[in-house]
């Protein structure tokens, strides 16, 4: 089992960057897929990045260009760079994990994904 901490959230204007950082408990971080969802207020959880376990990276089309999912194992840690932040970027941010057998998917749903952080919220003005 893992427990998932997001940090790195905030008001900003838009163009501005921000970087993301979830933190995970537990044993074999390594062997874990990540990625981040996005839930805006009165709309559903939509997927944003994931990295696999062997650091292959997918994006949603709305980000892609933008923003950078990334992994750093020693630390236990995912991270999601955001640049050219948009008012329509505005939401809370989730991390998610899920333990995989091999490192060949790229996981966009939220169904695939065991564990969740509690979400870190932002906010991007025009």
């Known amino acids: 089992q893992v427990q998932l901490v997001e940090s790195g959230g905030g008001l900003v204007q838009a163009g501005d960057s921000l970087r993301l950082s979830c933190a995970a408990s537990?044993?074999?971080?390594?062997?874990?897929?990540m990625g981040w969802f996005r839930q805006a207020p009165g709309k559903e959880r939509h997927f944003v990045a994931t990295?696999?376990?062997?650091?292959?990276?997918a994006y949603a089309d709305s980000v892609k260009g933008r923003f950078t999912i990334s992994r750093d194992n020693e630390r236990s840690t995912v991270y999601l760079q955001m640049n050219g932040l948009k008012p329509e970027d505005t939401a809370v941010y989730y991390c998610?994990?899920?333990?995989?057998?091999?490192?060949?998917?790229?996981?966009?749903?939220?169904?695939?994904?065991?564990?969740w952080g509690q979400g870190t919220q932002v906010t991007v003005s025009s």
């Open positions: 998610a994990a899920r333990q995989t057998a091999g490192p060949y998917y790229y996981y966009r749903s939220t169904d695939d994904y065991a564990y």
């Open positions: 537990g044993r074999a971080f390594s062997s874990y897929a």
């Open positions: 990295i696999r376990r062997d650091t292959y990276t």
